[in-house]
């Protein structure tokens, strides 16, 4: 009888341990899906935002970054302005009016956390950045595309997927500044804050050596690193 009874109770062991390792299977697998097609939505979200600066540059000929602007005389930042070509006119709308209408108080808080086009899928995953608080870490970066390649060269020696890109172009247009937007969740900032490092030296070199950053151009093209 204790026989018996032992083996049952080996057997009810070995099944729930089989049924735990199956659920623990399940949770991994889900949640690798779930950061894959998070990074996934991230390089289409980067993608979108450099069309929509190039977009943008296309229509108003002085630039995004540019200190004049479409909007005066009341100047916002990039973010702010490039809301329209990302689909947000409505919070773009409700910017402008209460800017204008009191600038002494600036922008209410119905309208202060990241929209969804400054917040990163793959960030969102983590949970480390309060976008409540209208904090975001998208950027733009203005260096040449040689230097872009220079940095990556150190972490990718083929560079086969940028060289794809770029392989068609002369010494010249690799020698052209160019803007990158540039997804680094180790930076963070007020996504309604005025940038002005986007020549920064120090700023350039701090987000090309992180180990975990989306770059793309105003092409189309998409790097993660």
Not at 48 to 77: D, Q, W
Not at 103 to 132: L, M
Not at 195 to 216: G, S, V
Request: aromatic content about 12%.
């Amino acid at each position: 009888m204790k026989t018996y009874v032992y083996y049952l109770i080996s057997i009810v062991v070995i099944i729930a341990t089989f049924i735990l390792y199956l659920m623990y299977e399940d949770a991994v697998q889900r949640r690798s899906l779930k950061e894959y097609v998070a990074k996934i939505n991230t390089k289409r979200q980067i993608k979108n935002i450099g069309l929509a600066v190039k977009y943008y540059n296309e229509t108003y000929p002085s630039g995004l970054i540019s200190p004049e602007t479409n909007t005066k005389p009341v100047a916002l930042n990039w973010r702010v302005r490039l809301l329209p070509f990302l689909g947000e006119h409505i919070l773009y709308q409700q910017i402008i009016s209460q800017q204008k209408s009191n600038e002494e108080t600036g922008i209410a808080d119905s309208v202060r956390p990241a929209p969804n086009v400054y917040v990163s899928p793959a960030e969102e995953i983590t949970g480390k950045i309060d976008h409540k608080s209208g904090m975001t870490s998208i950027f733009l970066l203005r260096l040449t595309k040689q230097e872009f390649i220079d940095a990556y060269q150190d972490s990718f020696p083929d560079m086969e997927f940028i060289y794809k890109s770029y392989k068609d172009l002369s010494q010249e247009e690799l020698s052209e500044e160019a803007l990158f937007v540039v997804l680094a969740p180790e930076i963070t900032n007020d996504w309604m804050k005025p940038q002005t490092n986007f020549d920064d030296p120090e700023f350039r070199n701090r987000i090309l050596n992180m180990k975990y950053i989306y770059l793309a151009d105003l092409d189309g093209n998409v790097w993660s690193k």
